[in-house]
């Protein structure tokens, strides 16, 4: 018998996540790249609608976030009793997997798939699994190979951080085409806003036709409220009545409701954050490249970038030189990408800074 409590099995076997560094000490002026927050920073709407809201805070926030699902709801043509608001949208994956996932189950995830997944599938009790990808994009066919009958949930990010590799639509299909129906298709949408490709969706028309399918979406990134903690989900009735059944009642705060309400009617501050990173998302894949550093396409407002195993040459060795100049990119080695930064597209100053240091790394290295 144990002299202390113990974590039931699957806790102790979960690495806790580490966020992106903030931080470069002794340096005057830092340039946060590692967390894909826009350079834009918030609506000016959404900064009035959570300022609006300083002096009620005693008051506890509407537990089903009413006005935030109904403006959703507007924008996408949804129901609103099909919407769930969580405190980002990590919270509702973790809900989602604890509603369906328990010891004996599987859920599944790609090489390079977002961290939270295995966090959550161990925390519920249940077992990873993943599936190859193919050119650090997730491949169907591998992923349909890892369902057994133990599988409970499939994760996709589509597009995938840190890759910022994407599936088609059509693609999406088939891979739900594939599922059997007692299986549930989370796709996380986190990034969705940014793509520009015409042959993407978001999953809103999967979710509106399925009965195992989950799309979930940030305000953390294209709409800058990361600090606020705040996302969505839309789902099949029973799904939503689930994870409604288990979340906190009170698990989104009102200065996060009423800055996403805010923040979904200036239209034209999205289209600003959209116009600037098809501007400089080409930009920085061009001028890296041209340094004969190896970059992922990508349909995100990222970039993952690939160093030599050189000696002078490595990600560990770029990300130090980096910061010492206060630009902080994220190390991506808990993806299992030891040899690859990832680059949040900043400002113009900071695109440039970046491409300069990179420049002055690799002379170093070469001497």
């Not at 591998?142 to 057994?148: G, Q």
């Not at 195992?212 to 099949?236: C, D, E, H, Q």
């Not at 409701?257 to 239209?267: F, N, R, T, Y």
């Amino acid at each position: 018998m144990s002299a202390r409590p113990v974590p039931r099995p699957g806790v102790l076997s979960i690495e806790a996540y580490v966020p992106g560094k903030s931080a470069a000490p002794g340096v005057p002026k830092v340039y946060k790249l590692s967390s894909n927050e826009t350079p834009l920073g918030p609506s000016p709407k959404a900064v009035a609608a959570v300022k609006a809201m300083a002096g009620e805070l005693e008051y506890y926030p509407d537990g089903a976030a009413t006005a935030l699902r109904e403006a959703i709801a507007a924008k996408y043509g949804l129901d609103p009793a099909r919407i769930v608001c969580g405190a980002g949208s990590d919270e509702l994956l973790s809900l989602l997997t604890n509603a369906y996932v328990g010891p004996g189950d599987e859920g599944v995830f790609t090489t390079h798939g977002f961290l939270v997944y295995r966090i959550a599938i161990l925390a519920a009790g249940g077992t990873p699994v993943i599936a190859e990808e193919t050119n650090h994009t997730a491949d169907v066919d591998a992923i349909l190979a890892k369902v057994t009958p133990r599988t409970k949930i499939v994760f996709l990010a589509n597009p995938n951080n840190p890759t910022g590799t994407y599936l088609p639509f059509d693609e999406v299909k088939r891979l739900h085409a594939g599922l059997p129906p007692q299986v549930l298709l989370v796709l996380d949408a986190a990034y969705a806003e940014y793509v520009r490709r015409n042959d993407y969706a978001s999953g809103l028309e999967l979710v509106a036709t399925s009965e195992n399918v989950v799309m979930t979406r940030t305000f953390s990134k294209i709409y800058g409220l990361a600090g606020l903690r705040l996302g969505w989900m839309v789902g099949p009735a029973h799904v939503v009545d689930a994870v409604n059944r288990i979340r906190g009642p009170f698990n989104v705060n009102a200065p996060a409701i009423a800055a996403g309400v805010a923040a979904l009617s200036d239209e034209a501050h999205v289209a600003a954050a959209v116009a600037h990173n098809d501007e400089w998302l080409p930009w920085l894949s061009r001028e890296i490249e041209a340094l004969g550093l190896k970059v992922t396409p990508s349909v995100g407002n990222f970039l993952l970038i690939h160093f030599p195993e050189t000696p002078g040459r490595t990600a560990k060795e770029a990300d130090a030189f980096l910061t010492k100049r206060g630009l902080i990119l994220r190390g991506v080695a808990a993806y299992g990408l030891s040899n690859a930064l990832r680059l949040t597209v900043g400002t113009e100053e900071a695109n440039r800074l970046v491409v300069a240091a990179l420049a002055d790394f690799l002379k170093a290295g070469a001497r």
